[in-house]
């Protein structure tokens, strides 16, 4: 008789502990926070910030919105566009300190209507990394904020004498689609170039008799306007006028426009391509001026090398041809390099070469020390 209750107490027992455990593990998990699974992820660079140790390096497209400089991400922008006043426009483009993430493409078709009240944002680099900088003798094609010091220097070949030229130039964007341009030749010797093919339209032939002449040089104000620009292409209109404020007789004879386009384009790699078309028009009706110019070159570098940083070797030609006389035609080759010397400051030299009959000197060089902000 015990046997057979012991017998028949045995699964009633069994029964009573299954139950209690089970009870046991349902209060545990309750009050235990869960864990994650130990099993590594399957995108594990996601976890640790980057490619895994011994896997090859992938990437994948983002699927949101991301920066227009971003390689490969069209044209989306990145962040709501942020309109200001008049005053606050100007204020922030000068002193601001911008953010290159909220750069995005400005069309054509709104240039009426779109990035007049925002403040300017530096432009990206090209879809090749190359920077859009500034080359001398070669169009801009793109708004800056910077300002620079020339010293040009044109030999000649007795009896004629040598020029040269000192000027100080500041670039100050006052919105995303509009910047003003000022050009102070404070000294001139021989009406020497200004290396800027657009700002010397009064006699881009000039030669240096043998009466040399010095004494401060025509002034110049050019607004210039933004008219279209994405990640690889840019392109600007612009209004020089040149003020007769200049000693005579190397300057100071006539006000002149010079209105020009400009182009820049980051073609492959590193390599830009750029250019435009201008055309001085002195208001004293002594007969305008062409001024067509080309340019190519290629970066080397990463912009933080020490000393190197985007390291620019470039080839530009400008030529001015009179409208009123097209024999009389100089063409001048520049070679030409740029560097980043650390801390936003850069050096910049070429050696304008002529070709033709007719130039400003035998031979030349251009140097700029150039600040940006």
């Not at 990394?129 to 001398?136: F, T």
Request: proline fraction near 9%; charge should be negative; charged fraction near 10%.
């Amino acid at each position: 008789m015990a046997g057979s209750q012991g017998i028949q107490q045995g699964p009633r027992v069994l029964i009573i502990a299954t139950a209690l455990a089970g009870a046991i593990a349902t209060a545990a998990q309750a009050q235990t926070p869960s864990l994650p699974n130990p099993t590594p992820p399957s995108d594990f660079a996601s976890v640790v910030g980057g490619p895994g140790a011994f896997a090859q390096p992938t990437f994948t497209q983002p699927t949101g919105a991301v920066p227009s400089y971003y390689a490969g991400a069209g044209n989306a922008p990145t962040a709501p566009i942020v309109q200001m006043g008049l005053f606050d426009t100007i204020t922030e483009s000068i002193f601001g300190q911008p953010d290159p993430n909220t750069w995005r493409p400005l069309p054509l078709s709104t240039f009426f209507s779109e990035g007049w009240n925002e403040a300017w944002v530096p432009s990206p680099n090209g879809s090749g990394g190359a920077p859009r900088q500034g080359w001398i003798n070669a169009m801009d094609g793109n708004l800056y904020r910077l300002w620079f010091f020339t010293f040009a220097q044109a030999f000649n070949s007795a009896p004629k004498g040598n020029a040269y030229l000192g000027s100080y130039t500041l670039l100050t964007p006052l919105s995303r689609r509009l910047e003003l341009i000022i050009n102070v030749p404070f000294v001139i010797r021989n009406n020497a170039s200004t290396g800027l093919p657009i700002l010397d339209p009064n006699n881009p032939r000039a030669t240096a008799t043998t009466t040399s002449h010095s004494g401060f040089g025509d002034m110049s104000f050019t607004p210039r306007f933004l008219l279209h620009e994405t990640k690889d292409f840019s392109l600007t209109a612009e209004m020089a006028v040149v003020t007769p404020t200049g000693t005579q007789p190397l300057a100071g004879k006539t006000t002149t426009l010079v209105p020009a386009f400009g182009f820049w384009n980051n073609c492959a790699g590193g390599w830009v391509i750029r250019g435009g078309l201008g055309l001085g028009i002195p208001m004293n009706g002594s007969g305008d001026n062409l001024i067509s110019q080309l340019a190519i070159g290629n970066t080397f570098t990463d912009h933080d090398v020490p000393l190197f940083g985007d390291f620019t070797l470039y080839l530009s030609a400008v030529v001015n041809t009179s409208l009123a006389n097209s024999d009389q035609t100089s063409m001048t080759l520049t070679p030409g390099m740029r560097t980043h010397l650390g801390n936003d400051w850069y050096f910049l030299a070429g050696l304008p070469t002529p070709v033709t009959k007719d130039r400003v000197g035998e031979i030349g060089m251009i140097f700029w020390f150039m600040k940006a902000w």
